[in-house]
């Protein structure tokens, strides 16, 4: 890879340009299904990048004897860490920018790491509500992650790699296998509203009890990217979902390709709006509670399904 | 024993997103667990009861009605029952039919309201939305009968200001049937959706004998078993010529409260049907005079919230000598304290909002809180502390009369 072509991967595609402009249309996206879906008219289409920019520019404040450093870090490191997450994630093809063996462990690493800065950001904030919110972040992690994490392991053990790529290459090679694998899709949309911390998983900003959890003490340009980074988080998690599930119309044109993609994506962003808009919001104890009797037993049902096939075929 | 070291204290107000006027919680916290509440009431002091010993009983009565932006009609009736019967008017059986209409349409109108914020404090906006959608078409229905969508005025002293038309009829049945058909959906949804039983049920429980014992009036009482309503025990304008059935519930909790409270929408669209159907013909009012001989009256009322109660003390001339509210919210919040314990706080927005609290009517006192001597003064003796601060600092507030204050 010779630099320029790796400073366009970066900058560009698939790296921020791309991300930021397809998570703020993300974002649209979903309000606009949200709010169709409750009987509402929804944003016009330049509303997220609108608030965007209104934040930019509006003033920072940093509250007395919070931890300035972490406090200015927190949105920067969860905004880095999505964005480098999909350059390991195939987009159109079967092979992302930079492949290799044990990039899914890599990809699910850096999936966690805004909702460490989250806890950061809000446990550095010394506000009540905030450091509940980051406490029920952190708690919300050992619900959802551990059933992602399986959800996930069980069409790599089908596939006989710890690669994204080579997932979705190898279900490429195998048309309708991945058919197999619809528990797990189930597991890793339910486990993605836990990490997108949307209803009814977003105890950890519950306006009508903590007001915004973690977030409450941001503004202006630190909350415009901590806002930024959950956009482009869903549209991640999204892609990293799409390609380990929904490995299909991968063999075409590039341009063909992305389009298929980006269908893909935006019919996950789509459940996930449609379940939001179905339920209520469930109590941190209820959601673990959730996560460990319901959620987890289906994603090791899962696994245990995939070593049969395994056998079988 | 709570250690003292783990405990978290969260202010929840007087300013938050949960509350919609100013009230404060001061909840301690133990992890999620609450583990004991400390409720401060008087953010919202109008000073209405002694406004309303400055006006005359006809601006009293649009004075009264905004106690309350959801129960207004609540309110000026109360009031103006109060006052008829101080100056012994009997008004015409039609306003007091058109009044119970109102009254019934309020009731409707505010308990949709509350559907949709207790579904915006458990997290589910969609149901806010939805309820919110379908009492647009109340709203409206009151814009058509009365000229305003909130704060009817529809009431005046010896009757109604308006009649309401036969051609009207028809409309106002369609609306009731679109409502009924909602209505039943909504309670289909109570019944068998998951998340929504699951943050209801269980949360927030007062039982029966706390209920009696803590005072509590309204859906609060009646979703705790404690069959009381007014409308029935004490009927006024044209209950008790009408079929309706009290609903309570045995669930002691959240959960219970809304059940009632969907139950008694059905009961309310079953009123507005026999309203409209036997609607008798003649005048809408009656004249009163602009003077109220001296005399005193309560007058209780069903709110949507619960038992409104309105005190008059009359003189004789054309304005009261003494006007004292009493909300169904003030009835409610000693027993938010006893739902809250041992709760968590994720429930706490709902149980607050449980009670269907409307804080601003509530307030009447003043309590002078963090100076060197904390107090809670009555009407007297804040009138006594100003006359005291005044004179303090060189105003002679001693040809200054002061109206119910005679040992002055």
């Not at chain 1, 608030?51 to 200015?72: H, Q, S």
């Not at chain 1, 994630?89 to 992302?96: D, M, N, V």
């Not at chain 2, 005291?388 to 040992?407: A, L, Q």
């Amino acid at each position: 890879m010779t630099v320029g072509s790796a400073v366009l991967n970066i900058l560009v595609f698939p790296g921020f340009l791309f991300l930021v402009a397809f998570g703020l249309a993300g974002e649209f996206v979903d309000r606009k299904l949200y709010a169709r879906l409750q009987n509402r008219q929804g944003p016009p289409w330049y509303q997220p990048l609108a608030d965007f920019l209104k934040l930019l520019g509006k003033e920072n404040v940093i509250p007395e004897g919070a931890d300035r450093p972490t406090f200015r870090l927190a949105p920067v490191f969860a905004l880095a860490a999505v964005v480098a997450s999909i350059f390991y994630i195939p987009l159109g093809s079967t092979t992302s920018v930079l492949p290799f063996e044990g990039d899914l462990i890599v990809v699910l690493y850096l999936l966690v790491i805004p909702t460490v800065a989250f806890f950061l950001g809000g446990w550095t904030s010394r506000s009540v509500f905030a450091t509940i919110g980051a406490f029920r972040a952190i708690t919300q992690v050992f619900a959802y992650e551990i059933p992602l994490f399986v959800a996930l392991l069980a069409p790599a053990l089908l596939a006989n790699t710890w690669s994204i790529s080579g997932i979705a290459a190898y279900y490429a090679g195998h048309p309708w296998l991945w058919l197999v694998n619809l528990l797990g899709f189930g597991v890793a949309l339910v486990s993605l509203l836990g990490k997108l911390e949307k209803v009814p998983f977003d105890t950890p900003e519950a306006e009508t009890e903590i007001v915004a959890g973690s977030f409450i003490e941001y503004s202006g340009r630190r909350l415009a990217f901590f806002r930024l980074a959950i956009d482009c988080e869903a549209i991640v998690g999204a892609s990293l979902v799409a390609a380990v599930f929904l490995p299909f119309g991968l063999g075409l044109t590039p341009v063909l390709g992305i389009l298929v993609y980006v269908a893909k994506v935006l019919l996950i962003l789509g459940i996930l709006a449609l379940l939001r808009t179905l339920f209520a919001r469930l109590r941190i104890d209820q959601m673990v509670h959730f996560c460990w009797s319901v959620v987890a037993p289906i994603a090791f049902l899962q696994i245990l399904i995939n070593l049969v096939v395994r056998e079988l075929i | 024993m709570p250690d003292k070291k783990r405990t978290v204290r969260v202010p929840i107000g007087p300013q938050h997103p949960a509350l919609k006027e100013p009230e404060s919680f001061m909840v301690d916290l133990q992890g999620e667990k609450i583990t004991s509440v400390a409720l401060r009431l008087g953010y919202n002091h109008r000073g209405i009861e002694k406004g309303c010993e400055e006006r005359t009983y006809m601006q009293d009565l649009y004075l009264v009605e905004r106690v309350c932006g959801i129960c207004s009609h609540s309110h000026a009736t109360a009031f103006v029952q109060a006052v008829e019967e101080i100056a012994g008017l009997e008004i015409p059986r039609r306003a007091k039919y058109i009044r119970t209409l109102i009254a019934e349409l309020e009731r409707v109108h505010s308990h949709l309201l509350w559907l949709g914020v207790a579904g915006h404090e458990i997290g589910f906006d969609t149901l806010l939305m939805y309820s919110w959608r379908d009492r647009e078409l109340v709203m409206d229905l009151f814009a058509e009968l009365t000229g305003n969508r909130v704060n009817y005025a529809m009431n005046t002293l010896g009757g109604v200001r308006r009649d309401i038309a036969a051609e009207q009829f028809p409309h106002i049945l369609k609306i009731v049937d679109a409502l009924e058909e909602r209505t039943k959906y909504y309670i289909e949804l109570a019944m068998t959706e998951e998340t929504l039983a699951q943050r209801l049920s269980g949360v927030g429980r007062l039982s029966k004998e706390d209920a009696v014992r803590l005072g509590a009036v309204g859906p609060t009482a009646r979703a705790s078993g404690a069959d009381r309503d007014t409308r029935r025990d004490d009927p006024y304008a044209a209950y008790d010529e009408l079929e309706f059935r009290v609903i309570t519930d045995d669930r002691c909790d959240v959960f219970g409260r809304a059940v009632v409270r969907l139950g008694e929408l059905m009961q309310s669209y079953s009123l507005i049907r026999q309203i409209l159907k036997q609607m008798p013909e003649g005048p809408i009012a009656v004249k009163a005079p602009l003077k109220i001989p001296a005399g005193e009256a309560v007058s209780r009322y069903e709110a949507p919230r619960g038992e409104d109660v309105h005190y008059v003390r009359a003189n004789g001339t054309d304005k009261p000598e003494r006007v004292k509210v009493r909300a169904p919210t003030l009835a409610n919040t000693q027993s938010i304290a006893k739902m809250l314990e041992d709760g968590y706080l994720a429930d706490l927005p709902i149980v607050v909002a449980a009670i269907d609290p409307c804080f601003s009517c509530t307030d009447r006192t003043i309590a002078v809180r963090g100076g060197r001597d904390s107090k809670t003064m009555g009407w007297e003796e804040l009138v006594q502390y100003g006359v005291r601060w005044y004179r303090e600092r060189g105003v002679d507030p001693s040809r200054i009369k002061v109206r119910g204050d005679e040992s002055a």
